[in-house]
C-alpha cells in the first residue's frame, strides 16, 4: 500500500474512531456528572486510547486534540478562559494519545494516557477553579479530589474493556 493511501486510511479511521467517542461521551448519556464538568462515561475514552494503540503517537495525539476541539464546541461546555480552554480540552484529550508510546503494554497506555488527561485537569482546576473549593480546602487537594473522583472511574472502566479488546487480539484487527 502507498504512503498516501496508508495516511488516507489512518485519517479515515480517526475521523471515525472521533465520532464514535462523540457518540459515546457526548451523546449518550453519562453515568454520573459532575457540578463544575467531568462525568464517567459509557467507555468514552477507550476509542481514542485504542487508536492511538493501534496508530501510535502522533495519531493518537492528532486525533485526541482534535475530538477535544469537538468536545469545546459542544453544547456543555465550560470555558472561563482561553488557557483554561485549551488545558481542559484539546490538551487534556490530546494527552489520551500519549497511550501511543506504550503500543507494546497496552494497560500501561491507558494508564499513562489518562493520567495526563488527570494532570490537564488538575492544573486547570488548581489554577481557575480554586473558588468552588470548600473553606479551609487547599485548591490542589480540591482538584485532585474532584478530577480524580471521576477520572479512576473512567481509568478502571478504560482499563477493563482495553483489556478484553488486547485478549480478543483486536488491536491488530485490519493493520
Same mark, same amino acid.
Given at each position: 500500500m502507498s504512503n498516501v493511501a496508508s495516511e488516507t486510511k489512518i485519517l479515515a479511521e480517526g475521523t471515525v474512531i472521533i465520532a464514535l467517542t462523540v457518540i459515546l461521551k457526548d451523546v449518550l448519556p453519562p453515568i454520573y456528572r459532575l457540578p463544575q464538568?467531568?462525568?464517567?462515561?459509557?467507555?468514552?475514552?477507550?476509542?481514542?486510547?485504542?487508536?492511538s494503540l493501534r496508530r501510535g503517537l502522533r495519531s493518537g495525539l492528532?486525533?485526541?486534540?482534535?475530538?477535544?476541539?469537538?468536545?469545546m464546541v459542544l453544547p456543555g461546555s465550560y470555558i472561563v478562559d482561553p488557557v483554561q480552554g485549551l488545558l481542559d480540552y484539546p490538551i487534556a484529550f490530546a494527552a489520551l494519545g500519549l497511550a501511543g508510546m506504550f503500543r507494546k503494554y497496552p494497560l500501561v497506555g491507558v494508564g499513562v494516557g489518562i493520567t495526563g488527561r488527570f494532570l490537564a485537569h488538575f492544573t486547570a482546576?488548581?489554577?481557575?477553579?480554586?473558588? #468552588?473549593?470548600?473553606?479551609?480546602?487547599?485548591?490542589?487537594?480540591?482538584?485532585?479530589? #474532584?478530577?480524580?473522583?471521576?477520572?479512576?472511574?473512567?481509568?478502571?472502566?478504560?482499563?477493563a474493556i482495553?483489556?478484553?479488546?488486547?485478549?480478543r487480539k483486536l488491536l491488530e484487527i485490519y493493520l
Open positions: 464538568g467531568g462525568s464517567v462515561s459509557v467507555a468514552g475514552m477507550v476509542p481514542l486510547l485504542w487508536f492528532e486525533a485526541s486534540a482534535i475530538y477535544g476541539l469537538v468536545n482546576g488548581v489554577w481557575f477553579f480554586s473558588e #468552588y473549593a470548600p473553606a479551609g480546602t487547599h485548591p490542589v487537594l480540591y482538584s485532585a479530589i #474532584y478530577n480524580g473522583s471521576y477520572l479512576i472511574i473512567e481509568l478502571i472502566i478504560s482499563a482495553m483489556y478484553i479488546i488486547v485478549k
